[in-house]
């Protein structure tokens, strides 16, 4: 494999301005515990990310914000900058949800010290020595934030069009969370690829952390979701105690399109490690924008701001 450099293909779609965060902010008082109503393993799966998204995202501004004096491009910059204010604020609106699921008998605790641990010791800054082996492992962390960064914009570009999660009845509220993040997600899906490009961009690194990120991914994914399975108080686990989830489920669901199918999902694979790839030839900014322009709490939001303003 060669280490070459890949070349930054820049802003497909015109008119680009750096991402902004949206403050926004949801009640989860009239949020049922099973949110797509009768529904647990979908409810639980989807659960996961606000399992994973708050100590994840707090990992890449933190990771980021040692990257900014490595920067030589002012746009560029700016998009990071940008990013980070949205990955900040998406870590928080999922933090949010915790409290809710441990006030209807849920606690997520033992799992989310386990990601904490992961982050913030595993993938912290302190795991290797300083000097060389130090600016080896940031450049290998900023290319984990690209292929995890993939992830979640198939993620988002799949909840936008999750017309089924609808017509199932899930709950207003949870919907406008995963879809105002989903959108910010396409919205800002080449930043991490292009800062990736910028400071190191060997395909070998690319194509290493992007099996990190998909095992690792993938690993946390079902522990969390077996994890909710077990300790749901509503949930009878039958003889045992033992919690159901299998593989097959999620394929049910996937082709029910409550859950990202799991063709479209292994189909990303080898997009991310075509040679020419670049995030911004997937999803669509302006389905994005357009979700944003009517989303309840990023409308909110953005009248809190017009009002501070005024
Ligand atoms: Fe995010
Ligand atoms: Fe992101």
Redesign the pocket.
């Known amino acids: 494999m060669s280490n070459k450099p890949i070349r930054r293909p820049g802003p497909v779609e015109s008119g680009h301005a750096p991402p902004r965060p949206r403050r926004v902010s949801f009640s989860w008082a009239d949020t049922p515990l099973h949110w797509v109503p009768g529904d647990p393993f979908t409810t639980h799966t989807v659960n996961v990310l606000h399992l994973l998204?708050p100590a994840g995202?707090r990992w890449f501004v933190h990771v980021y914000k040692q990257v900014l004096p490595y920067i030589h491009d002012d746009a560029l910059r700016a998009d990071v900058i940008g990013f980070i204010g949205?990955?900040a604020m998406?870590?928080q609106a999922h933090d949010e949800v915790l409290p809710h699921l441990r006030e209807q008998g849920l606690d997520p605790t033992p799992y989310t010290a386990q990601v904490d641990w992961m982050f913030e010791k595993l993938l912290g800054d302190r795991t290797l020595p300083p000097g060389r082996p130090r600016w080896w492992w940031l450049r290998e962390r900023v290319a984990l934030i690209a292929a995890i960064e993939h992830y979640?914009a198939f993620l988002g570009d799949w909840v936008l069009n999750a017309d089924a999660l609808d017509r199932a009845g899930a709950d207003p509220t949870m919907l406008d969370l995963l879809r105002w993040?989903g959108a910010?997600?396409v919205e800002h899906r080449s930043v991490a690829f292009d800062l990736f490009a910028h400071i190191d961009g060997a395909y070998a690194r690319r194509a290493r952390t992007w099996a990190l990120a998909f095992g690792a991914l993938m690993f946390l994914w079902q522990r969390g979701i077996r994890f909710f399975l077990a300790n749901d108080p509503t949930l009878d686990r039958g003889p045992g105690g033992t919690a159901k989830a299998s593989l097959m489920d999620f394929h049910r669901r996937g082709r029910a399109g409550l859950l990202p199918g799991t063709g479209a999902l292994l189909r990303s694979v080898p997009g991310y490690l075509r040679r020419d790839y670049h995030p911004s030839h997937e999803c669509s900014t302006a389905q994005a924008l357009a979700y944003l322009a009517s989303s309840p709490a990023a409308r909110a939001a953005d009248a809190a701001v017009g009002k501070d303003a005024g």
Do not use: D, G, W
Request: aromatic share 0%; charged share 40%.
């Open positions: 998204l995202e949205q990955e998406h870590a979640t993040h910010e997600e």
